[in-house]
């Protein structure tokens, strides 16, 4: 380390726009941009399951192969690392290619100032295949817990042919939670290694890794970590709670959440040795925040027209031009309700479904775009069946689609029954659409409830509890707002000032490395 610059390693499952799934793809992307911002050497290393290296939209090279990942019983598997680069500015990404004109040769040349990215793959493997529960996967997250172990190993391994160890291995979600374990025992005696400091981000909680007794020889680690003081959950082994046991830090991705994980409600059977690292000071919050060059409604190629806080006319257009696609009646006195979302309980889909006969009795237009659960899936396509001039279901998911609809609708819903941050809603205001939000999580912190006949006030709307009655007051509160056209403009326009930079949040960040550097790297158990 030079100074107070810092080497980086970010650890995750995946990374906008190479491999997306959820937020936290957003997520890693904007958080690295702003960390090389402030000069840190950033790097990023994903699974390179799901990705097609050979596509030259990602221009991906070879960088090493046949690194030995030692399995127990004796055998030994090869990974191998492509290489590609995460541009620091948005004015050159793979999407811009697409739809600008510029000089892609010179573009291309100037990725080496960019975020390198590492594509970790098994040299031993197929393909995985994707997960039939989750129709969104598209391999990008395959069943069992070996592509992971494979992965978080490999993630280690590759640091010494690459010849650069990093200072601080940041660590997101169950998939990469094998690296803080490893780092603290088989690791801790390799050269340099004992002084990586590991962080642990916490995106989501409810998916925590966990897998029956009789696979934990799979992990190669010593029966003695098979225990409740270290990886042991339940009678299972679990990813998240190795992570959370070895890690030097912990964080969640609002304040909000970070409280209420340490509740028997929200804490998913890990609210006691949440609350124990909250008391040693090794859990905070920090609150996610947005990459406004990669959501910009006055850049964005995809949608019908570009407006801005500074010239907000033309969301209009996005919105007359999102009902024609849509084959919707072109009826600007209709109110049009955007969902995009995972398709689960999580996200509250069952409040909207409480409410479908009362709901179209306003003068709304319904539009969702997600997939997940059958029974939700059916529902939405029944909704656009009974209610054809009001309702139109995209069932998948398209992230052009979704940008179009974020820039053409006047609410986004977002009913969740808990959301540790949440990007959606932010990119919902960034595009001038009105988000109604459970008051939970980072939604809490990041909307500004409107206050019923007071005029001039806040960015959104906010319910508690967790009844579709609550989620319908809402919805006509929006809907008595949306017939005052001037109230509804100063909405509009309060929604497209609000802003969430990353600079805050990468600052936070950069004292939290520091206090994981701080900590000594002995073995927690």
């Known amino acids: 380390m030079t100074g107070d610059k810092l080497r980086i390693l970010l650890v995750s499952a ?307 031009a999102l009902q024609s696609e849509l084959a919707l009646p072109n009826d600007d006195g209709a109110m049009i309700i955007g969902v995009i979302s995972r398709l689960t309980d999580q996200k509250g889909i069952d409040l909207i479904q409480a409410i479908a006969d009362q709901l179209f009795d306003l003068p709304v237009q319904l539009i969702a775009l997600g997939a997940g659960d059958s029974t939700y899936e059916i529902f939405f396509k029944a909704l656009q069946t009974n209610y054809p001039d009001q309702v139109r279901a995209h069932i998948g998911f398209d992230s052009c689609l979704a940008r179009r609809i974020y820039a053409g609708c006047d609410i986004f819903l977002m009913p969740s029954r808990y959301e540790p941050c949440g990007t959606a809603q932010m990119i919902a205001m960034r595009y001038g659409a009105i988000p109604i939000a459970r008051a939970t999580g980072g939604l809490r912190e990041t909307i500004s409830a409107c206050v019923p006949g007071v005029p001039d006030t806040g960015n959104g709307f906010l319910f508690s509890g967790d009844t579709g009655h609550a989620l319908l007051q809402s919805i006509q509160s929006a809907s008595d707002l949306y017939q005052d056209p001037s109230g509804w403009s100063a909405l509009i326009q309060r929604a497209l000032e609000t802003r969430f930079s990353w600079d805050k949040a990468a600052n936070q960040y950069v004292q939290l490395y520091a206090a994981a550097q701080s900590l000594p790297r002995s073995l927690p158990v």
């Open 14 to 320: 995946e990374v906008s726009p190479f491999v997306k799934v959820g937020g936290m793809a957003d997520v890693i992307s904007g958080l690295s941009k702003s960390l090389k911002a402030m000069g840190h050497d950033v790097r990023i290393a994903i699974p390179a399951s799901g990705l097609d290296r050979s596509s030259s939209e990602f221009r991906c090279t070879k960088l090493l192969s046949n690194i030995p990942i030692p399995r127990r019983g004796g055998t030994t598997e090869y990974a191998s690392v492509q290489q590609t680069f995460l541009p620091a500015s948005m004015a050159h990404s793979a999407e811009g290619f697409a739809h600008a004109a510029v000089d892609i040769e010179a573009a291309i040349q100037t990725l080496t100032e960019d975020i390198p990215v590492y594509l970790i793959g098994n040299e031993n493997a197929a393909s995985p295949a994707p997960s039939p529960t989750d129709p969104n996967t598209l391999c990008v997250y395959p069943m069992g817990p070996e592509p992971y172990l494979f992965f978080c190993r490999a993630v280690l391994a590759m640091l010494a042919p690459l010849r650069w160890r990093p200072d601080i291995m940041h660590c997101n979600d169950w998939h990469t939670g094998m690296v803080p374990v490893l780092l603290k025992s088989e690791s801790a005696s390799a050269p340099g290694m004992n002084t990586i400091a590991s962080l642990f981000t916490i995106h989501n909680l409810a998916f925590q890794g966990a897998f029956p007794r009789d696979t934990w020889p799979l992990t190669g680690l010593p029966d003695p970590l098979y225990r409740m003081e270290g990886l042991e959950f339940w009678g299972q082994w679990s990813f998240m709670k190795g992570a959370l046991t070895f890690s030097d830090q912990v964080n969640t991705v609002s304040e909000t959440y970070t409280e209420e994980i340490q509740t028997e409600e929200f804490g998913c059977g890990l609210q006691g040795l949440l609350y124990a690292l909250s008391a040693e000071g090794r859990l905070s919050g920090i609150r996610n925040a947005l990459d406004n060059e990669a959501f910009d409604p006055e850049t964005d190629p995809h949608i019908a027209a570009s407006f801005s806080a500074a010239h907000p006319e033309a969301k209009k257009r996005c919105k007359s």
